[in-house]
């Protein structure tokens, strides 16, 4: 009797998969359609022996600049997260997330330049902006910006979403894909609540899959990609999402599994949904985040968080200099 296809490849039948990683031997490994980093991640790889030969190569690129002090931080920060992301292409047949500061997550105008920027660096290497989503914060600032950059043709990932508000904007925004965080809204009620979660009962995946029915009953465009997992259990059971962006440890359980996998996500079943559609105002965005204290205290540390890993990685560089 033959045995079934692994675990990981029944996903791939029927989502795509994402490496949420910035190492490149993982994502070789897994064989992955897209990759999308963060602050954190690249963080922990420059501090890699494998990927020092990028930082120094940054470095030694900008040695002759005019540029000096917090100026030239910034490009070279920029500048090794471009070639984080040309690397990631060379690997993966599709696209790579690259993250716009955090510190811009409340200021529009900054962040629409600051992904220009971005954009304009990987298409000066080579790389066609179709392959690249720039990851920006799902605050009203950061939608606002999305949708600017959406009609340039800077296609973009709103990430730290935790909530149908969020969501919704971002699809109304015409965002390419948005990346709600199951693994952090799993954190926050296993600590309110003293209890654990598993299964259909997660409200993390509840959560997506909220958001998943919402999108395909109104015919938004915009694409679903559940992200931050905590175990495996979260992602069978959001087997059929748009897209799944899932860590190399979690990867490699789900590669070694042989267990048989349902879709548990479809359009079909989603489309036939009794729920309302929302209209959404900045007024009522605000409201409806801020009466969800999970969302609201989730999106301000997850900012916090990123933010502080780009001044470690400020600190890395300055080092380097």
Known sequence: MRQPASTLDQLKSFTTV??????????????????????????????????????????????ATPLAGDALVRKMIDDLLIAFGREILTIVPGRV???????????????????????????KSGTPRERVLIKIASTWEGVRAAEICEKEG??????LLFSLPQAIACAEAGARLISPFVGR???YYKTVNGRDYAGADDPGVQSV??????????GYATQVMGASFRNTGQITELAGCDLLTISPDLLEELQSSRELLARKLDP????????????????????????????????AEG???????????????????
């Open 185 to 187: 809204i799993y954190d």
């Open 18 to 63: 994402v490496a949420d990683t910035g190492d490149f031997e993982s994502i070789r490994k897994y064989t992955p359609q897209d990759a999308t980093t963060n602050p954190t991640l690249i963080y922990k790889a420059v501090q890699l022996p494998e990927y020092r030969h990028l930082l120094d190569k940054v470095t030694a690129e900008n040695r």
């Open 209 to 218: 899959g909220r958001i998943y029915t919402y999108y395909k009953k109104f």
């Open 268 to 299: 079909a079943s989603a489309a036939g949904a009794e729920i309302r559609k929302i209209s959404l105002d900045e007024k009522t965005f605000r409201w409806m985040l801020n009466e969800d204290a999970m969302a609201t205290d989730k999106l």
């Open 303 to 321: 900012i916090r968080k990123f933010a502080a890993d780009i001044v470690k990685l400020e600190g890395i560089i300055k080092t380097n200099l």
């Open 154 to 159: 800077i296609h973009c990932n709103l990430t």
């Open 97 to 123: 997330s690259t993250e716009v500061d955090a510190r811009l997550s409340f200021d529009t105008g900054a962040t629409v330049e600051k992904a220009r920027y971005l954009i304009s660096l990987y298409e």
